[in-house]
């Protein structure tokens, strides 16, 4: 299957849920559409933060996995967060993309998280994404610690939720081919004058 352009601006998916904690189906289905139709997004970051995934079983993530590629068919592209430190639940999806958040709690050495996201690529055999979020993993990856994981040619880029301008800008000199998304709302401006692929 060709894969999409994954530039431009995704949506972190929001997820309804009913009263009693349930997911709200015909709740979610209207968001997606919301985003594709209302505000014309590039594509959808399913399962990240924003979408409670930590707090959810990994049936309801595949749930939820689901129905946002039911209703959203082919119209954007779609990145699965599937992060998590059990290594099981990154399942092939149908989506363009995985992203996993690095591996946390535990104290991983770098090898067992380039291990991490070499696994879940040979699993799948999809393309990846490195989700960076160290002010909440406490994982805190250098520029030859990227160039390490991106030797694997699955691995497209990051989605860079971290302040450290002078990280992006490094990163984006290095590695010119490698993607990169901006991961907070307020780092979109000086993200993008740093020549950001896109935001998320």
């Not at 894969?3 to 309804?16: D, E, P, Q």
């Not at 092939?92 to 996993?100: F, K, M, T, V």
Request: net charge negative; aromatic share 12%; glycine share 8%.
């Amino acid at each position: 299957r060709k894969m999409r352009n994954l530039k431009g601006i995704f949506s972190a998916l929001l997820v309804s849920f009913n009263e009693d904690g349930s997911i709200n189906e015909k709740g979610l289905r209207e968001i997606i559409r919301y985003n594709i139709d209302k505000m014309k997004i590039d594509g959808l970051y399913v399962g990240g933060s924003t979408g409670e995934n930590f707090m959810l079983s990994t049936e309801e993530k595949k749930q939820i996995f689901r129905i946002a590629k039911d209703e959203a068919k082919d119209q954007v592209a779609l990145i699965a967060q599937v992060g998590s430190v059990n290594l099981h639940e990154a399942t092939e999806l149908g989506y363009d993309s995985l992203s996993a958040v690095t591996p946390f709690y535990y104290k991983f050495s770098f090898p067992e998280i380039k291990h991490y996201y070499d696994t879940i690529i040979a699993e799948t055999g999809n393309n990846m994404i490195v989700y960076s979020i160290p002010f909440l993993t406490g994982v805190n990856m250098g520029i030859e610690q990227f160039g390490e994981l991106y030797k694997n040619p699955k691995v497209l880029g990051v989605k860079f939720t971290a302040g450290d301008f002078y990280l992006l800008e490094r990163l984006k000199k290095a590695y010119p081919n490698h993607l990169i998304w901006a991961g907070f709302d307020e780092m979109m401006v000086p993200a993008v004058s740093l020549g950001v692929d896109g935001a998320i």
